[in-house]
């Protein structure tokens, strides 16, 4: 029977499963363990084992994964006729899986030789794509062992009372903030866009949420954590990252456009805000993760419901990103285009008296992180030997600017939160600069 017939033992099986799944969770994700010659985290070592056994068949996976999500685009859902966004990421996935072929097979290599520079179509195999798809499933069979048994409601809850001060939004945030950043971002905004539509956020709490909160998840994180190679500094570059990602959004939260914003609940919702809890707080977050753990799933259930959902992320990641990865890079190293764009990020580096080469490209790589953000670590990674200093901010600040044009913009824009284009490529701005800064900062005092 449930736990209502025998609270005791609910209790204790609550107790069980927050202790031990989380320990679990926190020891794959963030302890470092010595094998192989390498020290890095245990989900690292998992990844390097699962590249070595079936690298080979990851790139034709790859394809049929792509295939699969062309079928569901075009012929199942349909949704390439839905509006003008799904039809440019309609054109991605099917660009995406032409460019796969072509890196598969080499056709095209004469006719589109620029294409085939060992730093596109050849990088994008032999790194990307294997990186990617890796990083993707390990860390999304492991992510319920982090965010189904608790921890996330009970650092929510301790989270509340700092949200209103520090960022100008309602206690309820922190948990859309932690879900999106152990999930994926396209969660922080469609959650956000619900409290929004039921009178519980106003309009400026939103765009704050969604601009600050809604970025990529850990699984992301290892990805560009391994493709810039600071994997030995993981547990340095996760908690930096989550702390310069919140800061820069307490201080965009007072910046133009967001604090221009009004401050009103939707048209027609009934305002909802909620009620402060401003005692015995850690009592109550004990109490919600518990709570959340006593009503949790067995573990093969949580990673059978994790794997389903994941499976529609991770087809179309691996089929976008190698479209607006190829044309970031074409456009990188044969254009001047991000280079001119990238001098206006020079201010913000200049104090971290980084070598030439690695100013050039960490300036062309912050400018190109505004089309994707993969983009810039992809072109920061082909770019030959770089700092540990640069490689550590071109992991960070794809995580830290949140906005980019390929994914972010064309689900926030599919939603009711008030929010221009314009706005979006503003803060973009204002992000990667304060996340240079910030970055390069605590790079300098404890990477150097």
Same mark, same amino acid.
């Given at each position: 029977?449930? /736990?209502?017939?025998?609270?005791?033992?609910?209790?204790?099986?609550?107790?069980?499963?927050?202790?031990?799944?989380?320990?679990? /969770?926190?020891?794959?994700?963030?302890?470092?363990?010595?094998?192989?010659?390498?020290?890095?985290?245990?989900?690292?070592?998992?990844?390097?084992?699962?590249?070595?056994?079936?690298?080979?068949?990851?790139?034709?996976?790859?394809?049929?994964?792509?295939?699969?999500?062309?079928?569901?685009?075009?012929?199942?859902?349909?949704?390439?006729?839905?509006?003008?966004?799904?039809?440019?990421?309609?054109?991605?996935?099917?660009?995406?899986?032409?460019?796969?072929?072509?890196?598969?097979?080499?056709?095209?290599? @004469?006719?589109?030789?620029?294409?085939?520079?060992?730093?596109?179509?050849?990088?994008?195999?032999?790194?990307?794509?294997?990186?990617?798809?890796?990083?993707?499933?390990?860390?999304?069979?492991?992510?319920?062992?982090?965010?189904?048994? /608790? *921890?996330?409601?009970?650092?929510?809850?301790?989270?509340?009372?700092?949200?209103?001060?520090?960022?100008?939004?309602? /206690?309820?945030?922190?948990?859309?903030?932690?879900?999106?950043?152990?999930?994926?971002?396209?969660?922080?905004?469609?959650?956000?866009?619900?409290?929004?539509?039921?009178?519980?956020?106003?309009?400026?709490?939103?765009?704050?949420?969604?601009?600050?909160?809604?970025?990529?998840?850990?699984?992301?994180?290892?990805?560009?954590?391994?493709?810039?190679?600071?994997?030995?500094?993981?547990?340095?570059?996760?908690?930096?990252?989550?702390?310069?990602?919140?800061?820069?959004?307490?201080?965009?939260?007072?910046?133009?456009?967001?604090?221009?914003?009004?401050?009103?609940?939707?048209?027609?919702?009934?305002?909802?805000?909620?009620?402060?809890?401003?005692?015995?707080?850690?009592?109550?977050?004990?109490?919600?993760?518990?709570?959340?753990?006593?009503?949790?799933?067995?573990?093969?259930?949580?990673?059978?419901?994790?794997?389903?959902?994941?499976?529609?992320?991770?087809?179309?990641?691996?089929?976008?990103?190698?479209?607006?990865?190829?044309?970031?890079?074409?456009?990188?190293?044969?254009?001047?285009?991000?280079?001119?764009?990238?001098?206006?990020?020079?201010?913000?580096?200049?104090?971290?008296?980084?070598?030439?080469?690695?100013?050039?490209?960490?300036?062309?790589?912050?400018?190109?992180?505004?089309?994707?953000?993969?983009?810039?670590?992809?072109?920061?990674?082909?770019?030959?030997?770089?700092?540990?200093?640069?490689?550590?901010?071109?992991?960070?600040?794809?995580?830290?600017?949140?906005?980019?044009?390929?994914?972010?913009?064309?689900?926030?824009?599919?939603? @009711?939160?008030?929010?221009?284009?314009?706005?979006?490529?503003?803060?973009?701005?204002?992000?990667?600069?304060?996340?240079?800064?910030?970055?390069?900062? *605590?790079?300098?005092?404890?990477?150097?």
């Amino acid at each position: 029977m449930s /736990g209502s017939d025998s609270p005791s033992f609910s209790r204790t099986r609550a107790l069980f499963s927050f202790l031990l799944f989380n320990a679990l /969770g926190v020891f794959i994700f963030f302890v470092s363990i010595s094998a192989g010659g390498r020290n890095t985290v245990v989900l690292d070592h998992i990844c390097t084992w699962f590249r070595s056994a079936f690298g080979a068949f990851i790139p034709w996976v790859t394809a049929a994964l792509m295939l699969c999500c062309l079928a569901d685009t075009f012929f199942l859902r349909r949704i390439w006729r839905k509006n003008a966004t799904e039809l440019l990421m309609s054109a991605a996935k099917l660009s995406g899986f032409v460019i796969m072929i072509m890196g598969l097979t080499g056709i095209g290599a @004469e006719t589109f030789p620029a294409l085939f520079d060992r730093r596109i179509i050849p990088f994008i195999m032999d790194n990307l794509i294997g990186t990617m798809f890796t990083a993707l499933v390990v860390a999304i069979f492991f992510m319920p062992f982090l965010v189904d048994y /608790g *921890l996330l409601e009970f650092c929510g809850v301790l989270l509340r009372p700092v949200m209103r001060p520090l960022f100008r939004t309602p /206690g309820t945030s922190a948990v859309i903030a932690v879900t999106a950043f152990v999930g994926s971002f396209t969660i922080g905004v469609l959650a956000t866009e619900q409290m929004y539509r039921e009178g519980k956020f106003t309009a400026r709490e939103s765009v704050i949420i969604t601009t600050g909160f809604s970025t990529t998840s850990i699984a992301m994180m290892m990805v560009l954590a391994q493709m810039m190679g600071i994997m030995e500094h993981w547990s340095f570059y996760f908690w930096t990252t989550l702390a310069i990602t919140f800061g820069v959004t307490a201080i965009t939260a007072r910046l133009r456009p967001i604090s221009r914003k009004a401050d009103n609940f939707y048209p027609g919702a009934a305002p909802c805000p909620e009620k402060i809890v401003t005692s015995r707080i850690l009592h109550h977050a004990w109490e919600a993760g518990l709570a959340r753990a006593g009503t949790q799933a067995a573990p093969h259930v949580c990673v059978a419901r994790s794997l389903r959902m994941g499976f529609r992320m991770l087809m179309t990641m691996m089929s976008t990103v190698p479209a607006f990865a190829t044309l970031g890079l074409y456009l990188g190293f044969n254009t001047s285009v991000f280079q001119y764009i990238g001098y206006v990020f020079a201010p913000f580096l200049m104090p971290f008296a980084l070598p030439a080469p690695d100013m050039s490209v960490a300036m062309t790589a912050s400018a190109m992180g505004s089309v994707d953000m993969m983009v810039g670590p992809i072109y920061a990674a082909s770019a030959g030997e770089l700092g540990v200093i640069t490689r550590y901010l071109m992991a960070l600040v794809p995580v830290s600017m949140v906005a980019y044009l390929s994914g972010y913009v064309p689900c926030i824009k599919s939603t @009711e939160i008030p929010v221009s284009f314009s706005e979006i490529f503003l803060i973009w701005f204002e992000r990667t600069a304060l996340s240079l800064l910030a970055g390069g900062t *605590l790079a300098v005092l404890f990477l150097a």
